[in-house]
T-cell receptor, first 112, second 111 residues
Framework: EAAVTQSPRNKVTVTGGNVTLSCRQT?????MYWYRQDTGHGLRLIHY???????QIGDVPDGYKATRTTQEDFFLLLELASPSQTSLYFC???????????FGEGTRLSVL | GDSVTQTEGQVALSEEDFLTIHCNYS??????LFWYVQYPGEGPQLLFR?????EKGSSRGFEATYDKGTTSFHLRKASVQESDSAVYYC??????????FGTGTKLQVVP
């Protein structure tokens, strides 16, 4: 069964802290995405990748790094977390860019 | 750039009411349009998509028709149920780019 698994599901950190959000997909999909979801803004794309070692920027990349280490694994890094990065983060995957992505269950991040 | 506008932030209905959630888009050419549904504690999931003018997408009693003339893709359902309570997102993807989502509409259906 197609799956996108995110960890951790919840994370609390302090301003200036270092955070890594993890995502693994077992769908053999080429594309992986990181979104943030905020009330009044909907879902906004941070970074995406079309394969191991590839990284593309989305609409709101500032303050975020990402790395795609394998076809299965995509990480989102916040090296100096700020309260404005408090949000619900979703990872998603799709085989091709023109397909609707399959979403994980989300990671809720609070930056105090 | 490409964008999607959902005018209703929240909609409250009673069971068996008719639902309309408005979605208008701004994009060049012929983008593919999508509707997603998100239940509490879950990620969004695809309801359906449409790629051509006048194409109707439908699923689970929901439907929307691609209208290039009015740049719209409004979501409709004839008779909502309490189980339809969720957040609904309109999205578009234009050739060579990635999906962009609207701001979402929270639907609450009371019995």
């Amino acid at each position: 069964e197609a799956a996108v698994t995110q960890s951790p599901r919840n994370k609390v950190t302090v301003t200036g802290g270092n955070v890594t959000l993890s995502c693994r997909q077992t769908n053999s999909h080429n594309y992986m995405y990181w979104y943030r979801q905020d009330t009044g803004h909907g879902l906004r794309l941070i970074h995406y990748s079309y394969g191991a070692g590839n990284l593309q920027i989305g609409d709101v990349p500032d303050g975020y790094k990402a790395t795609r280490t394998t076809q299965e694994d995509f990480f989102l890094l916040l090296e100096l977390a700020s309260p404005s990065q408090t949000s619900l983060y979703f990872c998603a995957s799709s085989e091709y860019n023109n397909q609707a992505p399959l979403f994980g269950e989300g990671t809720r991040l609070s930056v105090l | 750039g490409d964008s999607v506008t959902q005018t209703e932030g929240q909609v409250a209905l009673s069971e068996e009411d008719f639902l309309t959630i408005h979605c208008n888009y701004s994009a060049s050419g012929y983008p593919t349009l999508f509707w997603y549904v998100q239940y509490p504690g879950e990620g969004p999931q695809l309801l359906f998509r449409a790629s051509r003018d006048k194409e109707k997408g439908s699923s689970r009693g929901f439907e929307a028709t691609y209208d290039k003339g009015t740049t719209s893709f409004h979501l409709r359902k004839a008779s909502v149920q309490e189980s339809d309570s969720a957040v609904y997102y309109c999205a578009l993807r234009n050739s060579g780019t990635y999906q962009r989502f609207g701001t979402g509409t929270k639907l609450q259906v009371v019995p």
